[in-house]
């Protein structure tokens, strides 16, 4: 596709139930970031992939939060037994440059409401 | 601590009329500044993206300007439109990595016809 596209737009999930949310980076793009961002508030980092090696993931909130991108392509963010202040959009950002946000683009968000 | 303050917290307009917003920064070092426009539901675009050495850049009706002394930034939108509704981030990085980026909270701009 033409952008960096991300499902579902919408979640809810139960307290407890696990999730996995995904995203679709432009193609060829080397760098993939993840963040999280609360309702009014900025975008905060959660973790970086450039390809398949996930260099770092300092922002991950908590062991219940897990990134993959086994292939170096699509990368799915997992939460695991969701909590109420888990709920926020989850925003996906690829960049064609290694290590390098200055031409990255944001996919639309997943919303994760946990009811 | 690296923060970014950004003023006014909301600002509602008529269409046709100009407005700035504003944002200060405390991050240390620095390496650019970006301003994105992010409308309901969807993710950040960028509008621009400002070095140490810029004081004006401009997109279009958006004009932004740097004060790497006071740390300040501002985008000015010129001749808004309704479709300038959305939230204003001010974003500033410590370096070109995706980890290094402070964000803004953001101005919510409503234009009203």
């Known amino acids: 596709g033409a952008g960096v596209s991300q499902s579902p737009r919408y979640k809810v999930a139960k307290r407890g139930q696990d999730v996995a949310l995904r995203c679709d980076p432009i193609?060829?793009?080397?760098?993939l970031f993840w963040y999280q961002q609360a309702l009014g508030q900025g975008p905060e980092f959660l973790t970086y992939?450039?390809?398949?090696?996930?260099?770092?993931k300092s922002g991950l909130p908590s062991d219940r939060f897990f990134a993959e991108r086994p292939e170096g392509s699509v990368s799915t963010l997992k939460i695991q037994r969701t909590q109420q202040e888990d709920s926020a959009v989850y925003l996906c950002?690829?960049?064609?440059?290694?290590?390098?946000?200055?031409?990255?683009?944001f996919g639309q968000g997943t919303r994760l409401t946990v009811v | 601590k690296n923060q970014v303050e950004q003023s006014p917290q909301s600002l509602i307009i008529l269409e046709g009329k100009n407005c700035t917003l504003q944002?200060?920064?405390?991050?240390?070092?620095?390496?650019?500044l970006r301003w994105y426009k992010q409308d309901t539901g969807r993710g950040p675009v960028s509008l621009t993206i400002?070095?140490?050495?810029?004081n004006t850049k401009s997109n279009g009706r958006y004009t932004a300007t740097l004060d790497a002394d006071t740390k300040q930034s501002s985008l000015h939108i010129t001749a808004s439109q309704l479709s300038d509704s959305a939230s204003y981030i001010c974003?500033?990085?410590?370096?070109?990595?995706?980890?290094?980026?402070?964000f803004g909270g953001g101005t919510r701009l409503m234009v009203k016809p």
């Open positions: 950002a690829s960049s064609p440059l290694p290590g390098r946000f200055i031409e990255a683009f």
């Open positions: 193609s060829g793009h080397v760098s």
């Open positions: 992939f450039q390809n398949e090696a996930q260099l770092d």
């Open positions: 944002c200060n920064y405390t991050v240390s070092p620095f390496s650019n």
């Open positions: 400002m070095t140490f050495s810029e």
């Open positions: 974003v500033v990085s410590a370096d070109n990595a995706g980890n290094m980026l402070t």
